[in-house]
């Protein structure tokens, strides 16, 4: 039994991640700055990470062998471009140092496809290149440099999970499934942009599994965490349509696409695959209709 | 007439760039954790950035239109694997946030040679790979690239300025330059090196006068800040043996190199040259005489 600390537990990746370490037989210490249901499975510890004091004061409250970091400013339209990205480069370090002193011995840390120059299709970890455009991505980009000088200093062990997109379950409800899912459920139109672009999508259940198995490997640097297959979001959306069977309410090309978007953002998952062994479980129709069904529940309460 | 604030203005390089901006007729305050002798032309301000409230209480105070951010760990054998240098991101950080919160226009930074890739012999800003090989090295390139983005959000400029080498009065005693010359002048044996590898070196003075200039043009992103010219460690000592007429003394490889060392590390000097328009005002030869003068002033004292 390994006891291990998840940041952001109560987030959008962090939860399936908790629930994939405690599947795994770990001694899981959640911790999140909002509030969250009693489990008696886990360990909650409040913690508003920003704070000076609240690395120091949490780590040495749990003594972690392992740290799963997924604690990030996410707010969807603002994330990308916000100050707040430094403060949680900041708060990282904070937590990293207090860490390696309370004697850590493995972190995994979310990173992101914003890190690559979107300059090709698949983006393979051996060989894009890494400029970010965003503030957001030179934040998380630069985290993961310091983080991995720092790791190699102290002699302890640092991998970096790379998100591409995702769906399902939690998801915030103004980003593109839900938002379509909830009109078209509600019986509203839904009118999106073209949809050209290719983007890798996995279900966030597999993206938390993913990190628990990268977390439980000793696999180091980044490792992208995707499905490996690209979908253009047109396509994405129509199985939507299907899946709530009110497609008819889709106004394809009704919103302005971003002059921008890179055609295609698909993740190499040779390294998630071959190296740390692991294989999603939800191919994309199937997660799709889980995610429908779950805000049909959830409208429905 | 503008006002300046310049953190690690006491420093081996904050204290010239101080002395190029008076002379450049600017309101400068000068910021550093060290004791400092009274003085009419410069508001001196006491602060460790390290601590949380350091930075936005010293913005407060000073309100600058301009930033030129010297201060960082440097303390000689150190200052390259040290987990202070991610307290000095996290400082830098916190300081650049309440400097444009406060309306701040222009900021200059210290960067380093440490940030390229040591794969070749001549460094280009425009061309040279960042790929930094120590702690120091990354925490002074994630720094670089988080204050881009930064700024590039927030509508300022910022400029880089990455040191190469130096030498001049008031360096650390424990450094190769004050070493030798102090050992030379109290007429005891110079152990060195065989010194085969080459460096630039430039006088601290127009280390100081660049970034004087650097703040007050228009140049953004990074900038060398060197003298194009390549020398021998070698030839550098005996120029020292020369000036202090004892070099004699100087034993020539009785000091084991080290094996990791880089072969040539000179910088391409067009940008500062050309775009900022700085000359540097020191031959070597002169230079480093002025240094040994300076010593021997200093020991007889």
Known sequence: VTRVLVTGASGFVGSPAVTALLAGGHEVHAASSRPHD????ISWHAADLLQPQAAGQLIEAVRPEWLLHMAWYAEHGRFWDSPLNLEWVEATLRLMRA?????????????????YAWDREIYSEHDAALAPATLYGAAKNSTRALTEALAAEAG???AWGRLFFLYGPGEAQTRLVPSVVRALLCGEPAPVTEGDQVRDFMHVADAGAAFAALLASDVRGAVNIAS????????LVELLGAATGRGELIQVGALAGRADEPASLIADVGRLRDEVGFAPRHALAEGIADTVAWW???LAA
């Open 38 to 41: 009693a489990d008696t499975a």
């Open 228 to 235: 490996g297959t690209g979908v253009a979001v047109r396509q």
């Open 156 to 158: 302890i062990d640092v």
């Open 99 to 115: 860490f390696i002193a309370a004697g850590g011995r493995r972190a995994v840390l979310a990173g992101t496809c914003a890190e």
């Open 296 to 298: 049909r529940e959830r």
